[in-house]
């Protein structure tokens, strides 16, 4: 390929890239916030400690994985109506500061990602125009417009065994649960935005003669409040009491709100023993039993300041000085330290760097390096970003382990960057041993495209990576025995898949013919990955069965996620008997090696869509999609390959093979 | 050949033997046997008859649920897949496991080469008689204990038994039948039960695997036999199989008197909340006794008190974090107080006892129970072992295969350089 | 080729090893233990050995709530409580007459009315016909006599011709208090008359049962408005079924907010956190105090959001925590823990208000969904 061609291609794809997509246009009216969050302050809540879900978390985590399942996006596009040309993008941070602080211009933002053009005819939702994208977002305030319409379908669809629910159904249930948890976190703050009457002089006396009250003072008074309220009369036109009793009511049914989906703000003051944080709704039932802690009542009216704040100057004070309370309370307790590694972790985005530091640009140099294969300092520089996107995936990794304290893998998020790691270090090792060039070509495209498919299912999915873990996985043993050398035994089986499907691809088009060893040593890399694919997984099944032996008394259930790993050790012994005894050669060995990355595929993610079994994680569309794309990918590559290689057997050998060799092995002289 | 020798007296065409000049048939059958079973072809078929029938079952649990796929595809003989009857994975296992003896270890030379190998076919042998001893011998069920009480039996999940009781005074005496004797034929017809001696006879007339007894109200119609204004309503199959509660209908004939007694039996437990069980009683030959429909039990050689159980969620949800029990096991030389958790287990005597559940699910609890899963498998540790032998196997074949290549590949890169 | 040849008879032999041979099961050895080991209940009755529903009754306590003088030839059937059946009888000796009491309101008179009438094919015109007919005495109250002959189709049987019904309704307005009811062949049922009129004279109650559900009325629960945005949640997650005389409060932030009487009140919640603590704020507006352990421990339970709910009934004056006065009220409230949150139902109001929703409170306890 000449060059001219290959700088044509790049422009086309850097000018396509730069065709971004429409966004979306926001009536004026809605706007209420004028300037954009100052970054400091943005920084600093990015950093604030809360608690949900089950553990302590940064306020930029519940932001993202929130806005990451409701959006669909890693930020939050729009422009004004008024301000056409002037792109506005919100980082998660900054978006949910929006939806608390600034509820209304919340509520007119397009969140809610609808893929289907027939959700919103299910919800009765009215088309806006013909279909221009594949995808369409509606606001908080229109889907609410229809919520009772969601709720009737969604109660329809939940209705049915969850194997007989068609695609549109499960998307009906999605957007109820989208739509439920934006929904909580909407109406989180909504106390602290009214403002409350107070009538009856002995009520208005609490409040030092006032006669509109902010939530946190009503609080602040709480216990005077409700021992005003018991002894008031009871028809609430009494001029001393006022209308006490209706506060007091209010107050009360607050109190016994639900607390589930809520983050809990306030981290318990005094008891060290319990690890539960307080909700709004809790801290209002301690007020009105006169139990509210003096710390709990600055963090409170800090954060009704910053509500009521008339500009973006006293509001950035407030939320400091509530951040400020709150961090010290967490300090104490010794659970802000965490939260300060993690959201820095989630800032420094290791991962997103090995792409952009290290995969992606050693990928374009090794393109570069077979159109120019004698110039050396290509591929030395090749090797070394691979090297560097590799520390940058494997300190992400360590990074994870040090801020949950666990092994490297707890969740399916963390397969990903895992066996990207170990595909690429692998990779390398051999590249290190042969120096033939193939590794090291092979190996960002791995890292890459793992770290991108981590990427875009961290995304899809919108659930946190580092949640808690149930009882049965709290194991740190076993969670860094079995589960580590399986998923090593994967990166294995797609490191050997990637290199069959590369000989199988070479071979159906002809290249390099006559370099018996260049395809010769093709093979016996794919088998080296085979032999380490073959030993982890056959180790690794067996761990999990001792590992089940342990938690439930039996070593083999049958279960399909057992059976995945099962079946990737199968189909590698059964590749390696096959030729040993001379039933496959090196065409039949590469196509059954593709066919392995298969089957890996099949245990990584497939059998989790099946729905049954004790690792089943629920059915998602988005990974369904990802995991039969692979499928059709690789299938292609076996049928190009099958295809390929009858076409050359029935063609004559090439002559002089000898001949061919002279010129590739000045090529093959030593990087180092 | 060197010059001047004689040529070879030259062998019929037709005959493909070389045998020595006493051929003996068992001989030939012999290495006939071997060649085949040995084969390392027949691995590779083997092999590829596992991954196949391990995909029909895995997809195949999702419609059926797990316990039945697992008797029929992965421990049966053989089942009808479509029209075409496949064997289970038991005879394909069985076979595998004969031809890794024959040919991954008689057949092969033990030489120090070979080492890794042999180490790693040891190994699989081993896991594969694990596999096998505890498909044959070993028995698990469940043991349900609320603060305070104590038991030294467990339960069978999916197995059901007939029993036959007396009591005298303080003394139970009992004989058991496990259903899967006579569930299946008395699906069909009666069947009889061989009493020996004893002084009545015995025949279930119908057998039903998910059901429950209801009273005949005037306006209702049964589909089930009526016996004194009670019928059994057949219920669907659950999908999990150890929700569904067997009953049967028994007839009893008294030999002497040739009277017939009819009942239903019903399994259902009442444990954790009470230990007992209700036997149909009837009197035979001057003699009480009774038969009790139940889930197999069994007894262990110690007594479990559960003191105290502790779940810990994570805070604000209700996702377990921790849930575990402290335990008093009943000894000889004293008691002896034992943490039982997730991943922990207790071990004793052969048997494990683990931290599987807890209950009441339904938050009418406190008071809460502990649900232990108690297994007794001869070859619990072996897979462990196995493991430890796999992997120092494969590690050293293929190190060995490492160190020649990196070696290989050293030389080729230093010919090159020669050359260049 | 011959291997495979070889192979596949081979094959046949290991299977057909698989086959094993069919003989008379027989019970296995003899074993011995003490009774401790196997603790058995010996000739226990069929209703507790097959633990038939009426025997399930959990943990309430077992007041007799109804007793009746048995007519001669009648024979008395398990009550069901749960199936309007407080009293059961079998009608002289006919396998196909029955006769049941059902102690308790069962909802308006229109749509019973309807029911039973369209049992027997017949369309009833106007629930005014009932003032016409004559009276008898049922449970101390005078109760109208309802009689209609035809072929009867009941809910979950086959049409029977010839058949009659025998009823006695004890109408209070619009609703009917309690029923005793004979269904059978028109000679059995007119040929039992007089006795069936005896039986009805002779009930007597006990206490007062829990009652359970009555017949649902028609129309479905309450929905509320989705509502403005900041004030109220979307929509009540719940559903349930809502009694004709129930007000919907507009604009509440409870679920399902009902007004009935003239100060009562019913409503649905949800807590995030333990229910001890809010039973004993609940406790404290009835002006009693703290629970302890066992009072925990013993509470009432009844079905609810397919969970056991803990039932707790509260006589006093009740001060809201808003200032809220009832003097001589009821409260009852109903809190069961589904899928990770307390659900609570608290109905209050003045005692003799309540009284009359006690059928409707159970009744909207037990048809209470989640929507999904």
């Known amino acids: 390929m000449k060059p001219t061609r290959v700088l044509t291609a790049l422009a086309l794809c850097l000018l396509a890239a730069a065709c971004s997509r429409p966004v979306p246009k926001m009536e004026p009216k809605s706007r209420e916030r004028v300037e954009p969050w100052n970054t400091e302050l943005v920084a600093s809540i990015s950093q604030l400690p809360l608690q949900h879900n089950g553990r302590v978390m940064p306020f930029g985590t519940l932001a993202a994985f929130t806005l990451y399942l409701v959006h669909g996006r890693r930020d939050l596009q729009f422009a004004w109506a008024d301000k056409a040309e002037e792109k506005i993008v919100l980082s998660p941070t900054e978006w949910l500061l929006d939806v608390w602080f600034h509820p209304d211009q919340a509520a007119d933002y397009g969140l809610f990602r609808i893929e289907n053009r027939e959700l919103l005819d299910a919800i009765g939702l009215e088309r806006d125009g013909p279909q221009r994208l594949d995808f369409d977002y509606i606001s908080y305030r229109q889907l609410l417009a229809h919520a009772g319409r969601l709720q009737q379908v969604a109660k329809v669809a939940g209705s049915k065994d969850m194997l007989e629910r068609s695609q549109i159904e499960r998307q009906e249930l999605e957007l109820m649960g989208k739509l439920r948890a934006y929904h909580a976190l909407h109406q989180f703050l909504e106390p602290l935005h009214a403002s409350f009457t107070v009538t009856g002089t002995d009520f208005q006396r609490l409040y030092g003669g006032a006669k509109e009250v902010l939530f946190a003072e009503l609080l602040a008074q709480g216990k005077a409040l409700a021992e005003l309220a018991r002894t008031a009369p009871a028809t609430g036109n009494d001029p001393a009491s006022g209308n006490v009793g209706q506060v007091g009511d209010m107050l009360a049914a607050m109190a016994e709100e639900p607390g589930s989906d809520v983050p809990a703000m306030f981290p318990p003051v005094g008891d060290r023993a319990t690890d539960k944080w307080l909700t709004l709704a809790e801290l209002t039932g301690s007020a009105l039993q006169g139990q509210l802690a003096p710390q709990h009542l600055v963090m409170l009216r800090s954060l009704q300041a910053a509500v009521a704040a008339a500009d973006a100057g006293a509001q950035s004070t407030a939320l400091q000085q509530f951040r400020r309370a709150v961090v010290t309370v967490a300090e104490l307790r010794g659970e802000n330290a965490g939260v300060v590694l993690e959201s820095k972790y989630y800032a420094w985005s290791l991962h997103y760097r090995s792409l952009h530091l290290g995969f992606l640009p050693a990928f374009m140099l090794v393109v570069l390096g077979w159109l120019l294969p004698r110039r050396q300092w290509i591929w030395r520089l090749a090797f070394w970003f691979t090297a560097a996107g590799l520390a940058l995936l494997v300190g992400d990794v360590v990074l994870r382990c040090v801020v949950r304290s666990r092994p490297p893998i707890t969740g399916l998020y963390d397969t990903f960057l895992f066996i990207a790691s170990v595909g690429v270090l692998a990779a390398l090792l051999i590249e290190l041993m042969n120096r033939r060039r193939i590794a090291l070509s092979v190996a960002p495209i791995l890292g890459a495209l793992l770290v991108m498919l981590g990427r875009a299912f961290e995304v899809y999915d919108g659930k946190d990576t580092m949640a808690p873990l149930q009882a049965v996985l709290d194991s740190n043993y076993w969670l860094a025995t079995h589960v580590v050398v399986i998923n090593s035994g994967y990166a294995a089986g797609m490191l050997g898949a990637l290199l069959g499907s590369t000989w199988l691809l070479l071979h159906a088009f002809g290249l390099r013919r006559g370099d018996v060893d260049f395809h010769k040593g093709i093979v016996r890399m794919t088998y080296g990955a085979t032999c380490f694919g073959l030993t982890f997984a056959v180790v690794g099944t067996i761990l999990g069965g001792v590992w089940a032996n342990d938690s439930w008394g039996r070593f083999w259930g049958w279960d399909t996620k057992e059976n995945g790993a099962l079946l990737i050790c199968l189909s590698q012994i059964a590749l390696l008997h096959a030729r040993m005894s001379g039933l496959v050669r090196d065409f039949g060995y590469c196509l059954w090696a593709g066919f392995t990355g298969m089957v890996v595929a099949f245990s990584w993610f497939h059998v989790n869509l099946l729905q049954v079994g004790l690792h089943a994680y629920g059915f998602s569309d988005h990974t369904a999609f990802g995991v039969f794309s692979y499928y059709a990918a690789q299938t292609l590559v076996l049928l190009i390959g099958v295809v390929g290689h009858l076409l050359q057997v029935s063609r004559p050998v090439s002559a002089a093979p000898a001949a061919r060799d002279a010129p590739q092995v000045a090529d093959l002289a030593p990087a180092k | 050949m060197t010059a001047g020798t004689a040529p070879p007296s030259v062998q019929p065409a037709s005959s493909p033997q070389s045998l020595p000049s006493v051929p003996s048939w068992p001989l030939w059958l012999a290495r006939e046997l071997v060649g085949l079973f040995g084969s390392m072809r027949l691995t590779v078929v083997l092999l590829g008859c596992l991954f196949v029938l391990t995909f029909i079952g895995t997809v195949g649990q999702v419609q059926r649920g797990i316990y039945e796929v697992q008797k029929e595809i992965f421990e049966g003989w053989w089942f009808w897949w479509g029209w075409l009857p496949v064997p289970g994975a038991f005879p394909v296992m069985a076979l595998l496991f004969v031809n890794l003896v024959v040919g991954g270890l008689l057949r092969m030379r033990w030489q120090l080469r070979n080492s890794g190998i042999l180490i790693v076919h040891l190994g699989i042998s081993l896991l594969l008689l694990a596999g096998f001893v505890k498909l044959h011998f070993s028995v698990s069920g469940n043991l349900a204990l609320f603060e305070g009480r104590a038991n030294s039996l467990f339960v069978s999940f999916h197995e059901w038994e007939l029993v036959l009781l007396q009591q005298d005074g303080d003394t139970v005496r009992e004989r058991t039948l496990p259903a899967e004797s006579f569930a299946a034929a008395a699906s069909d017809g009666p069947v009889h039960i061989d009493t020996g001696s004893l002084p009545f006879q015995l025949v279930v007339q119908g057998w039903l695997e998910n059901c429950r007894p209801l009273p005949k109200g005037p306006l209702v119609q049964a589909q089930t036999p009526v016996i004194d204004g009670v019928y059994v309503e057949v219920e669907p199959l659950r999908r999990e199989r150890e929700q569904n509660v067997a009953g049967c209908y028994i007839d009893v004939v008294d030999q002497t008197t040739g009277q017939l007694r009819s009942a239903i039996l019903w399994g259902a437990e009442r444990r954790p909340f009470d230990d007992r069980r209700f036997p149909f009683t009837f009197t035979a030959g001057g003699q009480r006794y009774g038969l009790d429909l139940r889930r197999v039990v069994w007894d262990l050689p110690f007594n479990v008190r559960l003191d105290k159980f502790q779940k810990q969620d994570h805070p604000g949800t209700t996702n377990p974090r921790d849930y575990s029990s402290w335990v008093t096991v009943r000894e000889p030389t004293g008691d002896r107080q034992v943490h039982i958790f997730m991943n922990a287990p207790l071990r004793k005597d052969g048997y494990v006892i683990y931290q599987a559940n807890w209950g009441p699910q339904d938050g009418s609890g406190p008071p809460m129970y502990s649900v232990f899963e108690v297994a007794r498998n001869p070859s619990d540790v072996w897979p462990k072992f196995a493991c430890y032998v796999i992997a120092f196997g494969l590690i050293v074949h293929f190190g060995r295969k490492l160190y020649r290549y990196i070696h290989g590949e050293q030389e080729r890169r230093a010919r090159t350089e020669a050359i260049a | ?372």
């Not at chain 3, 401790?36 to 209940?41: D, E, I, T």
């Not at chain 3, 049987?157 to 269904?183: E, H, N, S, W, Y």
């Not at chain 3, 899928?339 to 003799?352: I, L, S």
């Open chain 3, 1 to 372: 080729m011959h291997l495979i040849a070889r192979s596949l008879l081979l094959g046949t032999g290991v299977l057909s090893v698989g086959g094993c041979a069919h003989k008379a099961p027989q019970f296995g050895a003899e074993r011995t233990m003490p009774a401790a080991q196997r603790p058995l209940a010996w000739n226990a009755a069929d209703k507790e050995r097959l633990l038939l529903p009426d025997m399930r009754a959990p943990r309430r306590d077992g007041e007799a709530a109804f007793t009746a003088e048995l007519p001669g030839g009648w024979e008395p059937l398990p009550p069901d409580p749960g199936n309007f059946k407080d009293l059961y009888w079998r009608v002289g000796g006919q396998a196909d007459a029955e006769c049941y009491l059902t102690g308790h309101p069962v909802g308006a008179l229109q749509p019973n009315l309807t029911r039973w009438y369209g049992q027997f094919g017949q369309v009833v015109s106007s629930t005014a016909q009932i003032a016409s007919l004559p009276t008898a005495t049922l449970l101390g109250s005078e109760a109208r006599v309802i009689e209609i002959e035809g072929t009867f189709t009941p809910r979950d049987g086959r049409p029977r011709p010839g058949f009659k019904m025998l009823l006695l309704a004890v109408v209070a307005g619009d609703a009917i208090q309690a029923t005793l009811k004979c269904t059978g062949p028109k000679a059995i049922v007119d040929a039992q008359r007089e006795a069936f009129m005896a039986l009805a004279r002779s009930i007597r109650t006990g206490a007062p049962a829990a009652a359970p559900a009555g017949d649902p009325p028609p129309g479905a629960g309450a929905m509320t408005d989705p509502g403005a945005m900041h004030a109220a949640p979307i929509e009540s997650p719940f559903t349930a079924k809502v009694a004709n005389d129930w007000q919907p409060v507009a604009g509440s932030s409870k679920f399902l907010h009902h007004r009935f009487g003239t100060a009562g009140e019913i409503y649905v919640g949800q807590l995030g956190g333990d229910l001890r603590p809010m039973l004993d704020i609940w406790r404290g507006e009835m002006g009693q105090g703290q629970l302890d352990d066992n009072g925990f421990k013993t509470l009432a339970r009844t079905p609810m959001l397919g969970a056991e709910a803990m039932v707790m009934d509260l006589r006093g004056d009740f001060t809201s925590m808003g200032g809220t006065k009832i003097a001589g009220a009821r409260m009852l409230v109903a809190a069961a823990r589904v899928d990770g949150a307390t659900v609570f139902v608290k109905c209050f109001g003045p005692a003799a208000e309540v009284e009359q929703q006690l059928g409707a409170f159970a009744a909207f306890c037990a048809s209470m969904e989640r929507r999904p």
